[in-house]
């Protein structure tokens, strides 16, 4: 009988406790609450860290080394548990990564202030400019032109912005160092290259006033070439700028070369 007591009382107690812990996980009022998320771009080719100047092997046996690569992040909106998005403010929602400017690590830092709080679950970001931004107008733009200008991230505004921007050389079995361009963007409006991302993440990212999360974000340069289509830099690919074949295939290649790595909760 004491046995029996004994074990309803446990019993009892851990299901008063569990649904205590239910109760306090419920009852957390994240209603005006603002938090700061950061995105960390990071730039590899395969399982390796991307560096400047460093000859990089392709399928088609052919190399490249690079010494720029930058790209435009814009549109960056993220979902939380609950289904509701939220978007960060349109006139700021626009970056260059530009893997110059990365750290010790390579890594390039995008923080988003007041994002609401809330526990995320997924990230969407485009890259390039979307149509609508472009049909505001040079005067619509913002302090982002005269950046992207500055930054060589464009062409001029009848053409537009150059969404990404690899330079370097190639080489392959019949030439050596041979310069390498990968300038891509939208045409005015006859030809759209802008793309968009969406990205689970491997866990929750939780949004709060008094936590900064982290979210490491890798681009897999090697995908460029060989992604969805693999491309030969000696066969039309070395001077990519606006056809519009050549730019479609890279611009579908960058879009699958991201992945999240891992979320940092602090």
């Known amino acids: 009988m004491k046995i029996l007591k004994y074990t309803f009382a446990l019993l009892l107690c851990a299901t008063l406790s569990s649904c205590s812990s239910d109760d306090d996980s419920n009852s957390e009022d994240l209603t005006g609450q603002t938090g700061t998320l950061t995105l960390k771009f990071d730039n590899g080719v395969g399982d390796q860290d991307f560096i400047f ?18 790209y435009i992040i814009s549109n960056v909106r993220v979902k939380d548990e609950n289904g509701n998005t939220f978007t960060y403010p349109s006139a700021d929602n626009v970056f260059i990564v530009d893997e110059a400017e990365g750290n010790n690590a390579g890594e390039i830092y995008i923080d988003l202030d007041n994002v609401d709080a809330a526990n995320y679950t ?7 400019i979307d149509q609508d931004r472009y049909a505001l107008g040079a005067e619509g733009q913002g302090n982002f032109l005269t ?4 930054a060589g991230m464009m062409w001029s505004w009848a053409t537009g912005y ?11 079995a019949t030439v050596t160092d041979e310069a390498l361009n990968i300038h891509i963007g939208s ?19 939780r949004v ?11 681009a897999d340069i090697a995908k460029v070439f ?8 000696s066969n039309g690919y070395s001077q990519v700028h606006t056809d519009a074949t050549t730019t479609t295939v890279i611009a579908n290649n960058f879009q699958n070369a991201f992945s999240v790595h891992h979320v940092h909760n602090e």
Request: proline share 3%.
């Open 208 to 218: 709060r006033e008094t936590t900064t999360p982290q979210v490491h974000i890798v």
């Open 226 to 233: 060989d992604g969805e289509t693999s491309v030969e830099l």
């Open 162 to 172: 150059r969404f990404m921007r690899f330079d370097g050389t190639f080489s392959s």
């Open 187 to 205: 045409v005015g409006t006859s030809l759209d290259n802008y793309r968009e991302i969406t990205l689970q993440f491997p866990n929750t990212v």
């Open 122 to 128: 997924e990230i969407t970001f485009g890259l390039g």
């Open 147 to 150: 950046q992207a200008e500055a």
């Open 53 to 70: 100047g460093t000859s990089y092997n392709k399928s088609s046996a052919e190399s490249y080394k690079l010494e720029t690569l930058k």
